[in-house]
């Protein structure tokens, strides 16, 4: 049994950064690819950022190329998304998940998901 939990969410201004976290629990933590996603009301959940359980970064989504940044600290058991500059278009619930193979996040595939944390970004 694994669970995530995000936190970090809040309101900020445009051009803003903001810093997401997410703790998983489980002693299998250390061999799951982790990923941030977000979905904003109406709309479909997309993919953000990924990185393996060994520190791989897989490619940005378009939108978090520039801007965002995925990192892991295994001896936390965290996982982290930098956001710089952010826009108005940045305002979603924010997810993560953690799963063993990162392709599977690629694709919005998980184990496990945390409930979401809330962004948003005033203009």
């Known amino acids: 049994q694994v669970q995530v939990v995000e936190s970090g969410g809040r309101l900020v201004q445009a051009g803003g950064s903001l810093r997401l976290s997410c703790v998983a629990s489980g002693r299998t933590f250390g061999t799951y690819a982790m990923g941030w996603f977000r979905q904003a009301p109406g709309q479909e959940r997309e993919f953000v950022a990924a990185i393996t359980w060994s520190g791989v970064v897989t490619p940005y989504a378009n939108s978090a190329k520039g801007r965002f940044t995925i990192s892991r600290d295994n001896a936390k058991n965290t996982v982290y998304l930098q956001m710089n500059s952010l826009k108005p278009e940045d305002t979603a619930v924010y997810y993560c998940?953690?799963?063993?193979?990162?392709?599977?996040?690629?694709?919005?595939?998980?184990?496990?998901w945390g409930q979401g944390t809330q962004v948003t970004v005033s203009s």
């Open positions: 998940a953690a799963t063993p193979g990162v392709a599977d996040l690629l694709r919005i595939r998980s184990d496990y």
